[in-house]
């Protein structure tokens, strides 16, 4: 940051917001079909964890794919990317029932 | 007559298609969208046969149905908050140029933070613009409302543009039942359209030319006396409105409950009906309450409110946004105009409420009003300017 | 009288729709109505909420609330979330389930004020049998309204199917009716 600028606490609410959990929670409840990863298949190429738009499938580097299951909705993303096809999308419970 | 359950916005479209328009411009935003989405069905099915012109910016939206509306076209556009701002410049000359058309605003407060709920601040910062400025309650005046718009817009006497104001969500989005005339009796009651001049080839004009100072005056003076004229244009259309449709909404001002009341709740927009219900509630425990439900902003109803309001023990102005640094602008133009019948105010009140969309319910009217009155009859007096905050 | 009704389900389910039926059939029996959804972004599988009011006079309210009258679920997982927890029941209140026969139904996964009355239906089995289905989804939400219009009495059956079919147009519209009909006839209550 340029030395000319000095960040001082405002004497009012302004409306900035850091990165944090939002403000609907744990998001994994709007799941309705889950990705379930089959470790053994599981190349650890990374594009499950570059293309998940909600950060919610992270790569180790010794196990594979992890999902986040408190914040994944279900979107299907990882399994349409997946060139191994270890990742299959499973009905979460009997949806609408 | 059909009785129909129509959202807000939907009630506004039909209004539209019955007015027979031959132009609608429009970008989307959130909440007018369903607005011109319906139109646009309207148009696709053959059931209006109109000219959609689709375009870049509310900027552009406005700038093409004035243009529509030059040339001889019965003009519509609508917007919301943002959107409304971005046209800005346009909503100010299409008044100036004297050209009759009708836009929706869709109330939606304006960020930061990003917001897409409720507020009246958008609508307050045309109030200078000269544009006719009315603000409905209901689907059913919403629809009413437009109608009446293209009348009032298009009378001789008025030649300035309209605006129809609607809450976001609670009035845009909910569906309540609309009495629906027949296209005949509509056809009748609103005629052909009517303008001051048309720009269309068959006649050299020039418009809006650079004008010395001394004639510029004068033009901006007439806006103002087309206003002043708007008073009584407004007050007989919503009154052969009802001997046409049998239904009037009192012109510019609603009165509920106020032959007898001692205190007023003023306030304009859907959660005048949630005030109401408080004053139903009020008035069994006692209190001598009525509500002054204001439908149109500009012209301002002066007379109607100083006749409402001179007696009054306690006016209780809540509104849905502030001037910053000031008051709430139905406030000011309440003062402001109150003073021109006498310069003994009653004792009056502005509470703000409901900012950034809060939801505001008939519980939350119910405290305001008997906290202001429980002072009063205790021989304080309040703060002339609260925030309230319902939760 | 004003009625304030709840429907609880997951967005992309209808239930905004079944609001809007709700409140077109209200109308058609001469009763005042409104109807709306849940304010705010729209959200595929995440659990929303959508609103009607019915009331013999005006309806002079407006906007979300959350204590109600009848409540209607949609999505059965959702009781298990305790999402049924944010909405309270008043006194006399009913709420509508869907969920299969066998499902055990608890008054603890809900906010009561007062006594309650269940009613539940398999919305989910007759909307398959009935082959109504949109991108994977069985549509749930006009059997739910047969099972409302039974359970409140607040709308006739033959105002229900007529608004259905209204809102979907004929051809898809008789299907929903159809619907509507077998959970009117299938819904029961829970004792």
């Known amino acids: 940051m340029s030395k000319l600028i000095r960040v001082v606490k405002s004497h009012h609410r302004i409306p900035i917001a850091k990165p944090s959990i939002g403000v609907s929670g744990k998001t994994g409840t709007w799941r309705w079909i889950k990705p379930v990863v089959d470790l053994s298949k599981c190349t650890k190429c990374y594009q499950c964890e570059i293309y998940c738009p909600d950060n919610s499938i992270l790569v180790e580097p010794l196990k594979g794919a992890i999902v986040n299951y408190d914040y994944c909705k279900g979107c299907g993303i990882c399994a349409e990317v997946c060139p191994a096809k270890a990742i299959n999308m499973v009905e979460e419970e009997q949806h609408g029932s | 007559m059909v009785l129909k359950s129509l959202t807000g916005n939907h009630a506004v479209a039909l209004a539209v298609k019955m007015a027979r328009v031959n132009v609608v411009a429009a970008y989307p935003i959130t909440p007018q969208t369903t607005i011109v989405e319906k139109l646009a069905e309207y148009i696709d099915g053959g059931e209006l046969d109109a000219v959609m012109i689709r375009v870049e910016s509310e900027h552009s939206a406005l700038a093409a149905a004035y243009g529509s509306a030059l ?60 544009w006719i400025q009315g603000f409905a309650m209901d689907a059913q005046e919403a629809f009413d409302m437009t109608l009446q718009a293209f009348k009032i817009s298009e009378d001789p006497r008025v030649f300035l543009p309209a605006m129809v104001g609607l809450d976001a ?51 901006i003076e007439d806006v103002g006396k087309a206003m002043e004229e708007a008073v009584e244009v407004v007050r007989e259309v919503d009154h052969s409105f009802g001997r046409t449709f049998g239904r009037s909404h009192g012109g510019l001002v609603e009165l509920y409950k106020c032959s007898d009341a001692k205190y007023h709740i003023v306030l304009m927009g859907a959660w005048a009906g949630d005030a109401m219900e408080a004053v139903d509630a009020l008035r069994e425990q006692g209190y001598s309450i009525g509500v002054v439900r204001v439908r149109y902003t500009r012209p301002f109803p002066g007379e109607e409110l100083y006749k409402a309001l001179s007696s009054s023990k306690g006016v209780i102005v809540v509104e849905r946004g502030v001037s910053f640094g000031s008051m709430g602008p139905v406030f000011l133009d309440l003062a402001g105009n109150m003073l021109k019948y006498s310069r003994k105010l009653p004792y009056m009140r502005n509470v703000i409420a409901g900012v950034g969309g809060v939801n505001v319910t008939y519980k939350d009217f119910e405290y305001i009003a008997k906290e202001t009155i429980n002072y009063l009859e205790s021989g304080e007096e309040p703060s002339v300017i609260a925030w309230y905050h319902a939760r | 009288m004003l009625v304030e009704i709840l429907i609880l389900g997951r967005g992309g389910q209808g239930g905004a729709t079944a609001a809007n039926i709700i409140a077109s059939a209200a109308i058609m029996d001469g009763l005042m109505a409104q109807a709306f959804p849940f304010f705010g972004a729209e959200r595929r599988g995440a659990p929303v909420k959508a609103f009607a009011r019915i009331s013999d006079g005006r309806i002079l309210r407006h906007g979300m609330f959350n204590e109600v009258d009848v409540l209607v679920i949609m999505d059965q997982g959702l009781v298990r979330t305790n999402y049924t927890k944010e909405v309270f029941v008043r006194d006399g209140g009913r709420i509508v389930i869907n969920s299969p026969r066998d499902a055990v139904v608890r008054s603890e996964s809900f906010n009561l004020l007062g006594k309650a009355c269940f009613y539940r239906v398999d919305a989910r089995a007759i909307a398959l049998r009935n082959k109504l289905v949109a991108a994977g989804w069985p549509l749930v939400n006009t059997p739910m309204l047969g099972a409302f219009s039974k359970a409140t009495g607040l709308i006739r059956l033959e105002s229900v199917k007529k608004a259905v079919v209204e809102f979907f147009g004929e051809r898809v519209g008789e299907v929903n009716a159809i619907a509507v009909d077998e959970a009117f006839h299938e819904v029961e209550e829970l004792t």
Request: aromatic letters at 12%; hydrophobic letters at 40%.
């Open chain 2, 169 to 219: 969500f609670i009035l845009s989005h909910t569906s309540m039942p609309v009495e629906v005339p027949e296209q005949e009796l509509v056809d009748e009651w609103l005629g052909a359209r009517t303008q001051g001049f048309v720009i269309d080839g068959s006649e050299a004009l020039i418009h809006g030319a650079l004008s010395p100072p001394e004639y510029t005056e004068g033009f």
């Open chain 2, 71 to 130: 040339a001889g076209a019965r003009a519509f556009t609508a917007t919301s908050s943002h959107g409304l701002l971005y046209m800005y410049e346009w909503v100010n000359w299409v008044s100036r140029a004297r050209v009759p058309l009708v836009m929706a605003v869709v109330t939606r407060t304006m960020g930061p933070p990003w917001n897409i709920w409720t507020d009246h601040s958008d609508y307050y910062e045309q109030r200078d613009t000269g």
